[in-house]
């Protein structure tokens, strides 16, 4: 109640505000202690002056729990070999500095959990990324909301959040489940699934089975894609993920996900088939140091066209142990740029002259046209590379 009064300050007292508001929304019956934030809203490109001015009006606090950033619009270091002009690098750094300011980790990343920021099984937490939220409650059995800036930034300044939602047990049981037909193979598979699959159930919580041993970097792309297309912060995958042999299955609707299934959730994603490409991207979450690998690989000994950019995004400690094993290296030498701190959807890509651009993930590829005013190509990361050396689909 003291904080309620304002007798920490009027920033502590919005911050509570916000979450008794959203408790009352969702009739929670108290605020819970959480682990961790993981805070969005960090470009200057989604957030633009206004939300500026709310960082910087809060900023005179600091945050009580571990608390990192999502993507921001541009590499903090190599903006400028982007492209970014110098008008918006200035506002990024204002946000950037706002954030640093409230005591949050300018991790910059929408993959924490592979940098640090990994809650543990059963842990409460407060995050925002769609992405992470999702890949959170699903593959690590943490538990949170699908929080927005705001409601992750008074979290992290109160150290609660409200107790509804996937914090509950009843929440997190499945509403549909999905019995796979085909077998996957790239990360393109797994995201097609979770676009064609999002977009079923909406926010609803589904059960897979048939899928096998899939990786790290599957699982990622899974969770992005259903979070995506739907408003999904929670799957379950039968003998895989952490809750799923303890919940009941049974009296819920059941659908097939078949290879032609997979081959129409491939060409919905894309909105040309051919032509020329300005620009290849991968990272979508940010790529994992197993991505980064695969993109070495492929692009090996050969050069990325005249015309077209390969450009490649993940996080700093990624980047760092890419650079150790050599991945950065063979990605460089062959002309491919790697970037940290952002996206190609967060980042400016309307305002850098790109018109095409080939991509492996799902969730790009449906916010790219209108976020980045692009038209898009979807496909396999080896496919997206190929682009790249040709310059064209
Ligand atoms: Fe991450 Fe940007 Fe995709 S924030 S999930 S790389 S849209």
Redesign the pocket.
């Given at each position: 109640m003291s904080i309620l009064r304002g007798d920490n300050g009027t920033v502590k007292k919005k911050a509570m505000e916000i979450l008794v508001a959203l408790g009352e929304i969702f009739n929670a019956n108290k605020l819970i202690d959480v682990g961790s934030t993981q805070i969005s809203g960090v470009s200057y490109k989604t957030i633009g002056d206004a939300g500026l001015q709310w960082v910087e009006s809060m900023s005179s606090e600091k945050v009580v729990i571990p608390s990192t950033l999502?993507?921001t619009g541009m590499d903090l270091h190599l903006w400028q070999q982007m492209g970014i002009s110098q008008e918006f690098a200035a506002k990024q750094i204002q946000i950037i500095n706002a954030y640093s300011k409230l005591g949050v980790k300018s991790l910059c990343s929408?993959t924490p959990y592979l940098s640090g920021n990994t809650p543990k099984f059963k842990e409460h937490i407060a995050w925002a990324?769609s992405?992470a939220v999702c890949y959170a409650n699903s593959v690590l059995g943490a538990r949170t909301n699908r929080e927005g800036g705001p409601s992750a930034l008074a979290a992290a300044l109160i150290g609660k959040t409200a107790n509804y939602g996937y914090h509950l047990d009843e929440n997190r049981q499945p509403t549909i489940c999905v019995d796979l037909d085909v077998h996957l193979h790239e990360e393109s598979d797994y995201s097609a699934l979770g676009i064609s699959i999002g977009k079923k159930v909406n926010n609803g919580v589904p059960y897979f089975t048939g899928i096998k041993n899939p990786s790290v970097d599957s699982l990622k792309s899974l969770a992005?894609a259903l979070a995506a297309s739907g408003g999904v912060a929670l799957y379950h995958v039968e003998s895989v993920t952490p809750e799923a042999n303890s919940i009941k299955v049974g009296g819920i609707e059941m659908i097939n996900f078949t290879s032609d299934d997979l081959a129409s959730s491939y060409d919905s994603l894309s909105t040309i088939q051919s032509g020329p490409v300005d620009l290849v991207t991968i990272?979508?979450?940010?790529a994992s140091l197993s991505e980064m690998k695969k993109v070495a690989n492929h692009v090996k000994g050969k050069r990325i066209a005249n015309n077209t950019k390969l450009w490649v995004?993940t996080s700093v400690g990624v980047k760092l142990m890419a650079e150790r094993f050599g991945y950065l290296r063979d990605i460089v030498k062959a002309g491919g740029e790697v970037y940290t701190d952002c996206?190609?959807?967060?980042a400016p890509i309307e305002e850098l002259g790109f018109k095409t651009m080939a991509v492996n993930?799902g969730?790009?590829a449906i916010?790219s046209p209108s976020a980045s005013k692009v038209e898009v190509i979807y496909g396999t990361t080896g496919r997206c590379v190929d682009i790249a050396v040709k310059g064209f689909a």
């Open positions: 999502n993507p929408c990324e992405s992005a990272g979508c979450p940010h995004f996206c190609m959807v967060v993930s969730k790009a916010y």
